[in-house]
């Protein structure tokens, strides 16, 4: 399987580096992993409401890009589906069984995902209803990913 992770905005905090270090050298044993790293967009706290969504259809544009046309394409949001541990590693079992070998994670920045990323998404994946920092979210997602492939495969690990 080929999983891409698409994240806007850098990784500065070493701790957060060293974690998703070593989740992807973890996830080599199950799949080929490509992190996407892309800039995010420079944005002043008092931005008007469409001064958002440009920002948000900037960083999109850049995200579109980076997506391959034949992944299936699942976005980090707020108000898409949550699922547990056991029905992320489920879920992610049947999209293989029907076909789909290249599944692409896309994680927005700051001010989330455009709606132009959103229309391209083949499904919306919400860890939470609470906000968390879109860099630590990058962890979080390997994670979950990482025990999905491990449930998955009958292997200890879950608890």
Sequence with gaps: MNIQVISVGKIKEKYLKLGIEEFSKRLS?????????LDDEKAPENLSDKGREIVKDKEGQRILTKIKQNSYVIALAIDGKNFSSEELAEFMSDLTVRGNSSLTFVIGGSLGLSDDVLVRADFKLSFSKMTFPHQLMRLILLEQIYRGFRINNGEPYHK
Excluded at 29 to 37: A, F, G, H, Q, W
Aim: with cysteine; hydrophobic share 35%; glycine share 0%.
């Design 29 to 37: 044993k199950y799949c080929k992993l490509d992190i996407v790293e």
